[in-house]
């Protein structure tokens, strides 16, 4: 009986967990959780760009689409890794372009750096910015997405703001 309660109490707790790490996930909007070819990209940057500005986080420009294999295992890694994926989400706001076959998005694919390989990331200021284009590969380490990576990435070019709160803080 103890067994039974053990093993009743230890998969509560792996639920939990998992059912905590996910309420983000119903907050963000549609254009942060998947590549979708009938999305407005412009229309989207526009409530990026709102949404930054009122929560005080940079954006997160992510290119690529439901086609590219690296795309999806950089989304399950992040979500593998809920601290990374809240810290993530935290400081800025996910804006997934999708270019692919049926919807190039060509017209705004023009106002950015050229892309070398997908996914590929750009991080803009809550003003609209570009801070950065960062070659995705540069995550990796032997074939797997570094949380040291990430984290590095997430606390080099999260607001300034929230670089200076961190750097009082000693951290």
Known sequence: ?????????????????QVSASPLEHTLPQYSKAFDDTRDPFKDAL????????TDRNILIKIGGEWC?????????LKDN??????LHSNFVLLKVNVSDSNENA?????LPPVEGYPHMYVTTA?????????????????SYSRTQWLTFIENWQ?????????????
């Open 47 to 54: 409530h990026a760009i709102n949404l930054a500005k009122e």
């Open 127 to 143: 003003t609209g910015k570009m801070l950065l284009s960062k070659d995705t590969a540069e995550f990796l380490d032997d074939e």
């Open 1 to 17: 009986m103890k067994f039974a309660f053990s093993a009743l109490l230890t998969l509560a707790l792996a639920f939990t967990s």
């Open 82 to 87: 809920p601290d990374i994926y809240q810290k």
């Open 69 to 77: 294999g690296w795309c999806h295992k950089m989304d399950k890694f």
């Open 107 to 111: 017209d705004f694919m023009k106002g």
């Open 159 to 171: 607001p300034e703001g929230e670089k200076a709160l961190a750097i009082q803080a000693g951290n």
